[in-house]
């Protein structure tokens, strides 16, 4: 376990050796697998990145078991029973679940958000595509929306007498915009997997089907039409952004920054998307290192000012 791993576990007091391995083996997928993710978590108070380590390690590993070429539908049903029925009892002997049961018994998660979220992960197993994007945002509610609700506890609010109900609107459309972003920049990932997330009706409206877009794949280029899709679907993505930027100051604080950055840092996915032109299909998009460096160090600085501003926040839930 390295060096700042063994600081956040303490910090969040967790004392348990197999917690403390399901956590620190969390914490290693993260920075593996969400790069972007990980960096704007290190800008949260200390003792609340481990659980933010178990959410996303739990959304990756059943987001890996779909995704697989070989994706196995019994081996997906299994694995999620099993975590249901564990969760239930309060605890596993998978580390992962192991972790991610913890965080949601510590922060009073509901659990109905992972039943939602496991559900749409099934979908994954067999829809290939959506007629139209309120059919796409039901299937999203599950993939992205609880996340954000997930996330809610552990972020905290500012003003401690505000209903949840308030600010949860905020937390589902920036979960939105995460994944719809994710969608226009994967379109090629995602054709390889079988599947068109893109509403078929804005595909249609533009005169494309799925051989454009396999066309598009193969040879790695973009014509008039799919240029045209993807630029009203980033508008689509942007407006998601927008309705979500105002719930960062409901949230506590010395979670502001944390929530600005991973914002900032994902909208420019859509610019980087623009700058080529729109062509998705050649390699997979990205914010430049020294960018995303640039945004994450802004967000220390203000994440910093406030840990250092006496507001009376819990580190970890009693």
């Given at each position: ?101 913890d ?30 994007y ?16 997930q ?10 007498t ?13 979960g ?35 051989d454009r ?20 679907e ?25 929530l ?6 994902y ?42 501003e006496?507001?009376?926040?819990r580190?970890?839930?009693?």
């Open positions: 376990m390295g060096l700042a791993g063994t600081r956040e576990l303490a910090a969040a007091g967790i004392t348990s050796s197999r917690l403390r391995a399901g956590y620190d083996l969390c914490r290693r997928i993260n920075a593996k697998h969400g790069k972007t993710y990980y960096l704007a978590t290190l800008l949260l108070p200390v003792a609340k990145r481990p659980y933010v380590h178990a959410l996303y390690a739990f959304a990756r590993y059943a987001d890996d078991i779909v995704d697989s070429l070989d994706a196995d539908a019994d081996r997906f049903e299994a694995w999620s029973a099993e975590f249901l029925a564990d969760l239930d009892l309060g605890t596993s002997t998978d580390p992962v679940a192991r972790a991610v049961i965080t949601i018994t510590r922060w009073d998660i509901p659990q109905a958000h992972f039943a939602d979220f496991l559900e749409a992960m099934r979908a994954d197993l067999t829809v290939t595509s959506y007629a139209t309120d059919d796409l945002a039901k299937y999203m509610w599950g993939s992205a929306a609880v996340i954000g609700l996330m809610l506890p552990i972020l905290g609010r500012a003003d401690p505000m209903s949840w109900d308030e600010i949860e609107p905020y937390a589902v459309n920036l939105l915009a995460f994944q719809y972003t994710n969608f226009l920049r994967d379109v090629a990932e995602d054709l390889r997997l079988g599947r068109v997330y893109l509403p078929q009706d804005s595909l249609h409206s533009f005169g494309i089907d799925r877009l396999q066309r598009a794949t193969r040879h790695a280029t973009v014509d008039e039409p799919i240029r045209n899709l993807l630029a009203t980033i508008a689509r993505a942007r407006d998601l952004y927008r309705h979500a930027t105002p719930g960062i100051e409901l949230v506590h604080p010395t979670s502001r920054d944390c600005r950055t991973a914002l900032i840092l909208s420019r996915i859509l610019d980087e998307i623009e700058a080529a032109g729109y062509n998705v299909f050649g390699r997979r998009l990205s914010v430049p290192v020294a960018q995303r460096a640039g945004v994450a160090a802004r967000g220390l600085i203000g994440a910093l000012a406030a840990r250092r006496p507001r009376g926040d580190a970890i839930p009693t």
